[in-house]
């Protein structure tokens, strides 16, 4: 078994872990409860918080109901059917730690498609109206943080008793294995792999599916829906589209490439991607602003042009990753630097490191675009309540310190040919400044 190292030192781990643990359930139920009980006003759930302190979180928080369960269970196998059915081309993963390839079938695209067709003729076709799911939202969130709580103690004993294959192992404590994870790629059966289930079959794709549901809940509400609705929800399905157009790039990232299967990533893509990604779009169900037509197109074309930029500093790399350097960026001859490294099997590769295009500009010039298109869907609720924001500022946060998780994890991987490509690119994400 290969050994799992910490990814921060063992107290911001330690810090980390309580706080997620602690922190993190509640939050997702007072955001739930601002947006949709208390008008979006940061400033009225405190004061309901300071007057009735802990058993008013208690009284608000909403039981697991047998619907919302239901609805869970229905979302979850729909989605796991189709993953394992729809067809797709086999597509290789990167070369993990211990030397592994793992495979996978790329039917993000076919899978999303049906997912939103199906979603949307079972309202229009009177069959399920998904104001249900808004309607007993607190409930789903509720349910999802214990369901997904049990479904991590299944991942850490899996890993322990059954690990799918030789990038698994233990760091020798029990809290930071199932914090961080024991499984790379943990699966069940041969093919229908865990962590594309979690983080795109049912987080990312919840994410289309909730930014549907409140506008539709707009809609029923009010009998039409406000400009800033419509924005706020093409912007983020524009994002999730293009998520799943680019899914088997996202199979080289981080999240799945080397972050471990446990609370930390899995937790997240479960419970905090459709509660907290979603919530610019809660907020605006019961805040229908109207911006008017003109500062609502500028808004979709900055939105949209800063999806394209993200996308294709993703493309920029995957593209110049397949072809071995063997391909145009931005019209030229990319310019790169060739580093080797030894896995932990003692074997020694090499990698390509693009040095030019949008990694010339900044070693993760990716997440300004990120960033500024998460803005540019929180906008249209203009600037009267804080909430909306929340998610911009978790993000930015998130990037900040995934940059350098990842400059650290790299440095370690290339050693001096990591210290050149600093040389070459000295900004970490904002060129210039950072
Ligand atoms: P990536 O994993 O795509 O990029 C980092 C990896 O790329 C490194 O670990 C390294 O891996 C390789 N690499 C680094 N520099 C170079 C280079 N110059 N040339 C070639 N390869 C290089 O980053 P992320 O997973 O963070 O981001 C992927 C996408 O997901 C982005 O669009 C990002 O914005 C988005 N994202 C969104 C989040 C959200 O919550 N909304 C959170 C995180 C990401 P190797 O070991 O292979 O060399």
């Keep these: 078994m290969a050994e799992s190292k910490m990814v921060h030192s063992p107290l911001v781990t330690y810090v980390s872990v309580l706080s997620l643990l602690t922190l993190c359930p509640p939050f997702v139920i007072l955001l739930w409860y601002t947006m949709v009980h208390a008008d979006g006003s940061l400033s009225q ?35 796991a059917l189709l993953q394992i059915f729809l067809p797709g081309k086999r597509v290789e993963g990167p070369l993990s730690p211990a ?15 049906v997912t939103l067709i199906t979603y949307l003729s079972l309202w229009w076709f009177g069959i399920f109206n998904p104001s249900i799911v808004y309607d007993h939202l607190g409930e789903i969130f509720s349910a ?20 799918s294959s030789t990038d698994s192992g233990s760091c020798g ?50 009998g039409r829906v406000a400009d800033s609705m419509l924005i706020n929800t093409i912007l983020m399905l524009v994002y999730v589209s293009k998520f799943f157009w680019w899914e088997d790039g996202y199979w080289n990232t981080m999240d799945i490439a080397h972050d471990r299967a446990g609370f930390y990533i899995c937790w997240g893509c479960l419970v905090w991607v459709p509660s907290i990604y979603t919530s610019p779009g809660m907020y605006l169900v019961n805040h229908p602003v109207n911006l008017g037509a003109q500062l609502a197109v500028y808004i979709l074309i900055a ?36 580093a080797a490294y030894t896995t932990t099997t003692g074997e020694t590769k090499t990698s390509l490191l693009l040095t030019s295009g949008w990694w010339g500009l900044s070693r993760h010039f ?16 203009l600037f009267n309540h ?6 911009v500022i978790f993000l930015t946060i998130l990037l900040f310190d995934r940059a350098k998780r990842d400059d650290d994890r790299c440095r370690s991987k290339y050693g001096k040919y990591w210290k050149l490509y600093c040389e070459k690119v000295p900004y970490r994400i904002v060129p210039g400044i950072y």
């Excluded at 047998?66 to 196998?77: G, H, N, Q």
């Excluded at 030397?99 to 498609?113: D, F, H, R, S, T």
């Excluded at 479904?151 to 690990?163: D, E, M, N, T, W």
């Excluded at 394209?308 to 310019?335: H, M």
Aim: charged letters at 15%.
């Design 45 to 79: 759930t405190l004061g309901y918080l300071r007057l009735h302190g802990l058993q008013g979180l208690i009284n608000i928080w909403p039981k697991p109901t047998a619907i919302a369960w239901k609805i869970i269970a229905s979302y979850s196998a729909f989605e």
């Design 99 to 113: 030397g592994n390839k793992p495979v996978y079938k790329a039917n993000g695209v076919a899978a999303y498609a």
């Design 144 to 163: 999802l943080i214990f369901g997904s709580f049990i479904f991590c103690i299944f991942l850490y004993i899996k890993g322990r008793v059954a690990p």
């Design 173 to 222: 404590n029990i809290i930071i294995d199932f914090y961080w994870g024991m499984e790379l790629y943990p699966r069940i059966g041969e093919n229908f792999d865990i962590k594309v289930f979690t983080n795109c079959r049912f987080g990312m794709m919840s994410w289309a599916v909730l930014a549907v549901t409140y506008c539709i809940k707009q809609y029923e509400a009010n």
């Design 303 to 338: 939105g949209i042009l800063c999806t394209y930029i993200n996308y294709d500093c993703d493309r920029q790399r995957k593209e110049f990753r397949r072809t071995n350097g063997k391909c145009l960026v931005w019209g030229k001859a990319p310019s790169k630097i060739q």
């Design 366 to 381: 990716h997440y300004v675009p990120e960033i500024l298109a998460a803005f540019l869907w929180t906008v249209p609720a």
């Design 386 to 391: 804080f909430l909306p924001y929340f998610y």
